[in-house]
């Protein structure tokens, strides 16, 4: 059994496990009827797949179909506690990659529940390999291998709308701009997967993940579009606010006022609307 190193006590963890760990003698049908799901794309994929009578609780990133807010939420996905997820009680758990901390997923292996990771990929390809992943997990890999060619069409459909792009606009991703610094999307990510579908170019390529630029580095990016999440609240940068700020003044972006905001699990899930996403996108860069 791997070692445990959590920071809740070794108590609290195995009051928790004996309660809701099932016995090892269930079948595996019976097993994955108590189904967890982590990551807002598997989620959607479950539905897609018409399986969400399976599902026992999700994710915070989980918010699509509306009906799964009413399921139990176990926490962030990449900040889960082993108490949150043995209390729903899963007999399997079906996870986008980069779930965590570690510690929990350790935890959760040493009980000898089933946690499956599906993987990441930011294109079409991706997307299909997860449904199939899925599919395998949930043992209905019929329906997912049906449901893999509804969505490569919709990607096909899609690829061939974006081939009207003559001249493609350079889109700069700000993932915050919190503290006054702009967090920005490079290259290896859901941001740069979603702007070269849609027909853009992403302004940054001179690294990979999220970092933080420099006013220099936004202005040499020289962005046409702003790209963004739809966040409500607090967490809204506000347009007049954003382009007022001195990485952003010279750019052509703030001269054009140019800004997108889409729904953010929409824009970057990777799942079953991704190639609605990208035409929507398409559209909103470069009109009907």
């Not at 503290?179 to 070269?196: D, F, K, N, Q, V």
Request: net charge negative; no cysteine; charged share 20%.
């Amino acid at each position: 059994m791997a070692q445990i190193r959590l920071a809740a006590s070794a108590a609290v963890l195995a009051a928790v496990t004996m309660s809701v760990v099932p016995s090892p003698l269930k079948s595996q049908a019976s097993a994955q009827d108590r189904v967890l799901s982590i990551g807002g794309s598997v989620t959607e994929i479950v539905y897609a797949l018409k399986q969400e009578h399976r599902l026992i609780a999700r994710d915070t990133t989980s918010s699509f179909p509306a009906e799964v807010m009413d399921l139990p939420d176990v926490g962030y996905m990449r900040a889960l506690s082993p108490e949150g997820v043995l209390s729903v009680g899963p007999n399997l758990i079906i996870s986008e990659d980069g779930a965590g901390p570690q510690e929990t997923i350790d935890a959760l292996e040493a009980v000898s529940i089933p946690f499956i990771t599906v993987p990441d990929g930011y294109s079409a390809e991706g997307v299909i390999e997860k449904i199939r992943v899925v599919g395998r997990a949930l043992d209905v890999d019929a329906a997912a291998a049906v449901l893999a060619d509804e969505i490569a069409n919709g990607f096909e459909q899609a690829a061939e709308n974006l081939k009207k792009v003559d001249d493609p606009k350079r889109v700069l991703f700000i993932l915050s701009t919190q503290g006054g610094r702009i967090l920005a999307s490079g290259t290896e990510t859901a941001a740069h997967g979603i702007i070269e579908m849609a027909g853009g170019i992403n302004a940054i390529t001179s690294f990979t993940g999220y970092k933080p630029l420099t006013d220099e580095a936004v202005a040499l990016a020289a962005p046409d579009v702003i790209l963004m999440m739809d966040r409500m609240g607090d967490h809204q940068t506000d347009t007049d606010e954003l382009f007022a700020m001195p990485a952003l003044v010279p750019t052509p972006a703030a001269r054009e006022k140019a800004i997108v905001r889409m729904n953010g699990l929409y824009l970057l899930g990777f799942g079953p609307r991704t190639a609605q996403a990208a035409l929507d996108l398409n559209t909103a860069l470069y009109g009907q």
